[in-house]
């Protein structure tokens, strides 16, 4: 193979590589606008100037505006989701550690994805944004179920881990903010949250009370 | 004075209050609208047909969609602050479970405007909406924190106080949601959370141990 011949088949892979690349870019761009401001306070010309492209080149690659909000979001969820896969086989508190610091290395890596999504609110929104935003947060209370190997969570222990998540959440939040507590005493204590929450929704409800027994015998030797 | 006169003298009062109570129907409209949609899939048609009244009516009041958004968001905003005066004096927990009942009221009264504030979500927001979503928020913090009588939080009860408010607001939507726990259950669960965050919390800070020791003297007996 000469270098001729090579430089030319590899031109194609450089270009998609490059394709790909800008399309990042301006996606990073637009989350990093979206985490700051509504969404219909940014504008094509801002998310083209912020990532230093043209206005036609976003159009270009994302239709329009709407187009590009729901592909960053998307991206951001894929990012976060694709963090949340189950452990295999651990005890229950040990694997909801690990799944939380892979959350919170989320949170740190894609500050402005994250602040994104949440600027989504705990309500429940319809239409392709509140697909995706409530998709990240049923995603996780269906991993933390079956960490749990819970398969039908009574009314009490529903309400205990979407209370959790939502904690989580700001709790990531007021973090990224501050950062006047280390993470790994943060993560900690946000287990300790929910032990403590599992230990108040087991005064209400039989359901919870076998799982938190459960739970603690498989933790600290029953 | 004459009945004439009478009838004459009450025009403009009943004008006024027709106008008012139609200013408030068009709101409540928006404001059912805006919990179960995002504020750019409502249209000013979509908030007339919903009142039963004219577009050009809803112009007139309000300008256009985004101040009728905003007044409908401050609307709901002050009805719920309203509701979060501090109490005068009573211990730090019972304080706690009085301005918790008066927030579920007003979750159950006005489910709309609760979950179109919402749909703010939990992420630092710019702009007017932002100012009205946030400031709900830290006025319920700095309640909190007067309630325990608290001047300067540590970042760890910072954080827990903002995971607990987090947890309260979701644990209200999933009410609205399921209501299938008793609102009385849910309340009381909802303080023996706080209760139980605040034990942990003591746990990593001694700020919060203070506070958590003093809180339960004053509770139960020193």
Chains 1, 2 share one sequence.
């Not at 399309?23 to 990532?51: C, G, N, Q, Y």
């Not at 086989?89 to 890596?109: C, H, K, N, Q, W």
């Not at 204590?189 to 739970?215: N, P, Q, T």
Request: hydrophobic letters at 45%; proline letters at 4%; a negative charge.
């Amino acid at each position: 193979m000469t270098p001729g011949k090579s430089a030319e088949a590899a031109r194609p892979a450089r270009r998609r590589l490059s394709v790909d690349r800008r399309r990042e870019e301006l996606m990073a761009a637009a989350l990093e606008l979206f985490s700051k401001h509504d969404a219909e306070d940014v504008s094509i010309d801002d998310v083209a100037s912020a990532a230093g492209a043209s206005r036609a080149l976003v159009y270009h690659y994302f239709g329009g505006k709407q187009e590009l909000y729901v592909a960053a979001l998307k991206s951001a969820a894929e990012q976060l989701e694709s963090r949340l896969r189950p452990d295999q086989g651990g005890r229950p508190l040990d694997d909801l550690a690990a799944g939380l610091g892979r959350y919170f290395d989320f949170v740190e890596e894609h500050a402005a994805g994250f602040a994104a999504l949440l600027r989504g609110g705990p309500a429940n929104r319809a239409g392709e944004i509140g697909e995706i935003v409530d998709g990240v947060r049923q995603r996780l209370f269906r991993l933390i179920q079956k960490q749990m190997r819970v398969e039908h969570p009574s009314p009490v222990l529903r309400t205990t881990l979407r209370s959790w998540i939502a904690s989580v959440e700001t709790a990531g939040l007021d973090w990224l903010e501050h950062r006047d507590i280390e993470r790994p005493v943060l993560e900690k204590m946000l287990v300790d949250h929910m032990i403590a929450l599992l230990g108040v929704a087991a005064e209400y409800d039989g359901d919870v009370r076998s799982l938190f027994e459960g739970l603690a015998a498989e933790q600290f030797g029953g």
